[in-house]
Nanobody, 118 residues
């Protein structure tokens, strides 16, 4: 399983970014996908998630109305569109999927840095 995030950058407050997570090594269309973020010294916070078909999404209260998660099952890629960015959105953003079998296994990408200047 491989997850590769891209799209992080330095942006001014109020700006927009689109993160991408290209995946391989598993049946993408059968897996729910999520975006998390983590600050140095802090835990990982769930930002948004999307079901395998894209029919249902969920967002942290702090990003509702500003962020949109989507997926392209033909390209095995999940996206996070981030609008009206705020300095408190500054973090490393990680793509995640979970395998539920005899044990639960979480897979993570390497992360992409998003920095929002005030």
């Amino acid at each position: 399983v491989q997850l590769v995030e891209s799209g992080g950058a330095l942006v001014q407050s109020g700006g927009s970014l689109r993160l991408s997570c290209a995946t391989s090594g598993f049946t993408f269309s059968s897996h729910d996908m999520s975006w998390y973020r983590q600050d140095p010294g802090g835990g990982r916070e769930l930002v948004a998630s999307i079901t395998s078909t894209g029919g249902s999404t969920n967002y942290a209260d702090s990003v509702k109305g500003r962020f949109t998660i989507s997926r392209d099952n033909a390209k095995n890629t999940v996206f996070l569109q981030m609008n009206n960015l705020k300095p408190e959105d500054t973090s490393v953003y990680y793509c995640n999927t979970r395998e539920v079998a005899a044990v639960i296994t979480d897979y993570w990408g390497q992360g992409t840095q998003v920095t929002v200047s005030s």
